[in-house]
T-cell receptor
Framework: DAKTTQPTSMDCAEGRAANLPCNHS???????VYWYRQIHSQGPQYIIH???NNETNEMASLIITEDRKSSTLILPHATLRDTAVYYC?????????FGAGTTVTVRA | DGGITQSPKYLFRKEGQNVTLSCEQN?????MYWYRQDPGQGLRLIYY???????QKGDIAEGYSVSREKKESFPLTVTSAQKNPTAFYLC?????????????FGSGTRLTVV
């Protein structure tokens, strides 16, 4: 599986957009990019995934660069409940590998 | 509602004892997984099973054992051979296509050795 690189932490103001970057420069053509988040002491929660095209759902948007070497998760209007660790993962087969992720703190 | 149930939520074990963590899913998912999480760390894969009566070691299988006798159940036993078992354990399941929404996780079991 391709490895990913994320910033260790970031802060965001409540009501503003949060842009979470992820580098995956060794991604293969058939590997999907997944984003999960984990609120303290809970199981990770699926957010969104994509292959080549940008994706949007009720939680977030995923922007994947044309060369697929990086992506950005966008939380359009961050709330205090979005405070969590966010994981960027690339996946081809069954297994998901979770790194340390980005700790996002939303401040009032 | 469909989902994954892990029990118990908190578990205390004396050194030298084996302990079994339960994981049950009613999502009709073929694949199931066990992860371990230590404070401030990501998740590390212990074991996974793609089909009933078959399972594979993950990255940190030493000191753990699993069984998959039913599609719905994937219990994890932490044996006395696991030298540092205190951790947060997460079970997950998925269908077998990478194009789906990925994993559904349980709420976890926090194991403490006393």
């Amino acid at each position: 599986d391709a490895k990913t690189t994320q910033p260790t932490s970031m802060d965001c103001a409540e009501g503003r957009a949060a842009n979470l970057p992820c580098n995956h420069s060794t991604i293969s053509g058939n590997e999907y990019v997944y984003w999960y988040r984990q609120i303290h002491s809970q199981g990770p929660q699926y957010i969104i995934h994509g292959l080549k095209n940008n994706e949007t759902n009720e939680m977030a948007s995923l922007i994947i660069t044309e060369d697929r070497k990086s992506s950005t998760l966008i939380l359009p209007h961050a709330t205090l409940r979005d405070t969590a660790v966010y994981y960027c993962i690339v996946r081809f087969d069954y297994k998901l590998s979770f790194g340390a992720g980005t700790t996002v703190t939303v401040r009032a | 509602d469909g989902g994954i149930t892990q029990s118990p939520k908190y578990l205390f074990r004396k050194e030298g004892q084996n302990v079994t963590l339960s994981c049950e899913q009613n999502l009709n998912h073929d694949a199931m997984y066990w992860y371990r999480q230590d404070p401030g760390q990501g998740l590390r894969l212990i074991y996974y099973s793609q089909i009933v009566n078959d399972f594979q070691k993950g990255d940190i299988a030493e000191g753990y054992s699993v069984s998959r006798e039913k599609k719905e159940s994937f219990p994890l036993t932490v044996t006395s051979a696991q030298k540092n078992p205190t951790a947060f354990y997460l079970c997950a399941s998925s269908i077998d296509q990478p194009t789906d929404y990925g994993y559904t996780f349980g709420s976890g079991t926090r194991l403490t050795v006393v």
